[in-house]
């Protein structure tokens, strides 16, 4: 398993402009090389795709040309991401912290699916630890089965998350438990209790999670 620099999804990125198409800092690879080798068997497939974090829209059209019979959901914090919506693509405004956005996410898909799973998750949303913790609980029953869930930006997990964002919203104002002088300060031993716990589940034989796999600033976890 090693990732093509030259992957259709890689192209798309850079042609749609997304910052996914840029190399990482060790490897020189991009998330889109890596993304190749885990999307590439649901291409042709009627999924469903959720994606926290759309901010531009950009990746959403990378999505779109990609897989061409997928639905597409995103959650944001920016009300003007309701203007990427189209036949396709369905967005949801509200912080990632709260659970009742996600929930909003999870019916919304139903009702326009049938199907109240998706098959790929990505969460590029506030890069602070106890929304992807929490995120993937609240979340891991709405992936279907040997279905793929990635996080990105990884090394926001080991210090300050600094909002580029202007609008109000819940994540740019507040304090991140453990850190009371800094804002948006996240904890590395967090992160590593969290890995380690994701890992400690695909040893146990009761547990759904198939493998969990790290890559320069992303983790990509798949489940049975």
């Known amino acids: 398993m090693y990732p093509n620099k030259n992957s259709e999804l890689s192209a798309l990125a850079k042609k749609f402009g997304t910052d996914k198409a840029t190399d990482n800092r060790t490897n020189r690879f991009n998330y889109l090389h890596v993304y190749d080798l885990y999307f590439d068997r649901f291409k042709d497939e009627e999924i469903n795709i959720l994606e926290i974090g759309v901010r531009k829209g950009k990746s959403l059209s990378v999505w779109k040309k990609y897989f061409p019979k997928a639905r597409i959901f995103g959650i944001d914090i920016d009300p003007n991401c309701l203007d990427y919506q189209d036949e396709r693509v369905s967005i949801v405004i509200g912080p990632q912290e709260d659970n009742s956005t996600i929930q909003k996410v999870i019916d919304l898909c139903e009702s326009e699916t049938g199907r109240d799973k998706f098959d790929i998750i990505i969460d590029d949303g506030s890069h602070i630890n106890s929304d992807i913790i929490d995120s993937l609980s ?16 990884l090394y926001n ?48 034989s009761t547990s759904n999670t198939l493998s969990a796999h790290v890559w320069d600033a992303i983790c990509i976890i798949l489940k049975t």
Do not use: A, H
């Not at 979340?139 to 279907?144: G, I, K």
């Not at 609008?167 to 740019?172: C, E, I, L, V």
């Open 157 to 204: 997990s080991y210090g300050f998350v600094l909002p580029e964002r202007k609008y109000p919203s819940k994540t740019s104002s507040r304090k991140i438990e453990g850190s009371p002088q800094m804002n948006l300060k996240n904890q590395r031993k967090d992160f590593d209790n969290f890995w380690k716990d994701i890992i400690t589940s695909v040893d146990d």
């Open 138 to 153: 609240f979340l891991w029953d709405s992936l279907e089965k040997k279905g793929i869930y990635v996080i990105e930006d």
